[in-house]
């Protein structure tokens, strides 16, 4: 009898705490970060016996200005620096090398449905690069190894993607037009895994 009474108490305390926990959800929901911002990365990633180092866009920002004059597309003008900016040796180093990197993936307009061969790829969810004025190492350009692209839904713009493949760092200029900082040829990518509750 007594093993019996215990036993209850105990499963009472069990589900008096799952009803507490789930009832603080959406307390602890409201105190995550903006669904746009990142989480923090993941130690190793190793895709068909290949080992990508981990890298995040916070391990890629210095607050770097492009030597040039950029327009923008309100016609507002950054004026360059003139003289090129030194890149960290750290970030440097990570040319030609096969990286995994977490981020949202921009669509390029020249990409033909939802099979995406060329696109942008942000630290966080915006519509436009410049008018959420995103530093210039706070993004970069991707491009598919596949010819056939990576067929991301509709759906999974909103959420993080990692983008794993080979990373190319330094300035880029078309036609005297600076395009960009940093581009990767991407040999894969994968949807940020769901968590059970938004915890687990």
């Not at 705490?17 to 990142?38: D, E, G």
């Not at 033909?112 to 530093?135: H, N, P, R, Y």
Request: net charge neutral.
């Amino acid at each position: 009898m007594i093993k019996i009474i215990k036993k209850m108490r105990f499963l009472r305390w069990v589900f008096l705490c799952t009803c507490i926990l789930w009832a603080a959800h959406p307390a602890w929901t409201q105190s995550q970060p903006n669904p746009s911002r990142l989480g923090a990365k993941p130690l190793n990633f190793v895709r068909n016996n290949i080992d990508y180092k981990v890298v995040s866009f916070e391990d890629l920002y210095f607050n770097y200005m492009p030597p040039v004059d950029v327009e923008h597309p309100d016609g507002n003008i950054t004026k360059g620096t003139k003289k090129p900016m030194p890149i960290p040796p750290q970030i440097q180093a990570l040319n030609g090398q096969k990286v995994a990197i977490k981020g949202f993936v921009i669509p390029l307009a020249n990409s033909e449905g939802q099979t995406i061969k060329e696109f942008l790829f942000a630290d966080e969810l915006v519509s436009c690069l410049f008018c959420a004025m995103l530093g210039y190492d706070q993004w970069m350009i991707g491009n598919t190894v596949n010819p056939k692209g990576f067929d991301i839904k509709d759906d999974q713009f909103d959420e993080p993607i990692t983008i794993y493949g080979t990373m190319e760092v330094g300035p880029k200029f078309e036609d005297g037009e600076f395009v960009g900082l940093y581009r990767i040829k991407a040999d894969g990518w994968e949807p940020e895994k769901k968590k059970f509750m938004g915890i687990f």
